[in-house]
């Protein structure tokens, strides 16, 4: 193996350990409680070291920004025959990871997700960034939205419709959030699942 792909490989290692021991500290102790020094002793590396990999503390939250972009345009692009605009519209948040749900708990970019959407509703640093971030995606997921469904939406009905279920979504899982418990991922995750369904029931019925 070239020296490049090793420097590569042990690079996205200690990313990832970064990630994982972010996610697992956060967890336990509360984002506000847990600082990037924690962060770097639990992945066993200096604190410059974190800072050649995330610029602060909330970037771990959202990590791989164009990346997220790019799977929420691919699930667009995936829609299936004779899937409707809002269910194609729920399948790209999911992938973009703002509203969590249908992952594996124990997967890591599951379990950073699910921090971002619970922590963005209490911390005003996140909740900033979040607010970009979402604005960002559900533009691109608008335009390839309208792309993808030219005959029943315009631009204007494409931003409306992701706009109408962001919202809709996110506010019933604000709700969600309060009342479950932080260390009961799995139950919480189950909630968001059923709670992100109940809400969209109504739109689905009216694409039909």
Same mark, same amino acid.
């Given at each position: 193996m070239p020296p490049s792909a090793l420097r590569d490989r042990k690079r996205e290692r200690t990313r990832r350990a970064l990630l994982a021991a972010a996610a697992e500290l956060f967890e336990q102790r509360g984002?506000? !409680?847990?600082? $990037? *020094?924690?962060i770097a002793a639990a992945a066993e590396v200096g604190t410059r070291t974190f800072f050649n990999y995330f610029?602060?503390? !909330?970037e771990l939250l959202f990590p791989d920004p164009e990346e997220r972009v790019r799977a929420a345009v691919a699930a667009v692009a995936a829609r299936r025959p004779g899937e409707q605009p809002v269910e194609v519209v729920l399948r790209a948040l999911r992938a973009v990871g703002d509203t969590p749900g249908e992952h594996l708990i124990d997967d890591l970019a *599951?379990?950073?997700a699910l921090l971002r959407a619970r922590i963005s509703r209490?911390? %005003?640093a996140v909740s900033g960034r979040a607010a &970009? *971030?979402? +604005? @960002?995606a559900q533009r691109?997921? =608008?335009? &390839? +939205? &309208?792309? =993808?469904f030219p005959g029943e939406l315009d631009e204007v009905g494409a931003a409306a419709l @992701?706009?109408? $279920?962001?919202g809709a979504v996110s506010g019933a899982l604000t709700v969600v959030f309060q009342e479950g418990n932080p260390a009961d991922g799995e139950r919480l995750q189950r909630r968001i699942d059923e709670t992100t369904?109940? @809400? +969209?029931? %109504?739109w689905l019925a009216g694409h039909r």
């Open positions: 984002y506000e !409680e847990t600082t $990037v *020094a924690d610029g602060s503390k !909330e *599951a379990r950073l209490t911390v %005003p &970009h *971030a979402q +604005l @960002v691109e997921i =608008a335009r &390839h +939205l &309208h792309r =993808a @992701v706009g109408g $279920v962001v369904t109940r @809400v +969209l029931r %109504p």
